[in-house]
Each structure stands twice: as structure tokens, then as C-alpha cells.
Nanobody, 127 residues
Framework: QVLVAESGGGLVQAGGSLRLSCAVF????????MGWFRQAPGKEREFAAA????????EYADSVKGRFTISRDNAKNMVYLQMISLNPEDTAVYYC????????????????????WGQGTQVTVAS
């Protein structure tokens, strides 16, 4: 059973930056496409960013494009989400997820295609 664990959340002022990390255990990271999703209070979980198994293909939600960067280090079994120019609308619990339901050059923004999820890390952006 693959385990996914996020870290790096916290409180930041508007305009600030954070880097989230996602560690994958009991699995070979290169076998999984990875995604970051987020859920704000009272709202449904939404897609933020995804990266293919190889790392060559990335996908972003329009709301974060140009501000968030997803990356991965397969040798370290780690995935990252670098976030800059944060605003209060980015406040949410951020979840990392893994899926094998893609080919090597495919990403997915569909949470239903992801089988393994972390517990989430809270990001709060103060105005």
C-alpha cells in the first residue's frame, strides 16, 4: 500500500511564497503520475497541478498558472509544489495524490483517477 505524506504548509502573508513537499512511501515514485489538489472551507476539492511520471509534462489549473510550479525528484521519492504570489483565495488544505492510471506522458486533473492520497497540509494566506 502506497503512502503519501504532505508537509510545508503554514501561514503566509499575501504576496508571499511557500513550498509544499510530498513524500511517497512503499512505492516507486516513477510508477505514478502525481497531482496536487486543494479544498477551501465550504468548497469542493479542486485540482491545482499535476505532473507526469517522467516529470516532462505538467498541467495547472487556470487559477494557479504562472504562480505555482510542480516538480518531482523520482530518486528521492519526492514531489514539490512551489507557490509564489499567494493570495487569500489560495487558502485551503492542500492534498498530494498518486495514480498509476496514466501513461508515462500523461497527467490527470480528475481526482477520481487518483488512488492514493495524503492527509493534507493547511495553507493560510493572510491579507
Amino acid at each position: 500500500q502506497v503512502l503519501v505524506a504532505e508537509s510545508g504548509g503554514g501561514l503566509v502573508q499575501a504576496g508571499g511564497s511557500l513550498r509544499l513537499s510530498c513524500a511517497v512511501f512503499r512505492g516507486t515514485l516513477s510508477s505514478y503520475a502525481m497531482g496536487w489538489f486543494r479544498q477551501a472551507p465550504g468548497k469542493e476539492r479542486e485540482f491545482a497541478a499535476a505532473i507526469s511520471r517522467s516529470g516532462f509534462i505538467t498541467e495547472y489549473a487556470d487559477s494557479v498558472k504562472g504562480r505555482f510550479t510542480i516538480s518531482r525528484d523520482n530518486a528521492k521519492n519526492m514531489v514539490y509544489l512551489q507557490m509564489i504570489s499567494l493570495n487569500p483565495e489560495d487558502t485551503a488544505v492542500y492534498y498530494c495524490a498518486a495514480t498509476k492510471r496514466t501513461n508515462n506522458v500523461e497527467t490527470s486533473n480528475d481526482p477520481l483517477r487518483y488512488d492514493y492520497w495524503g492527509q493534507g497540509t493547511q495553507v493560510t494566506v493572510a491579507s
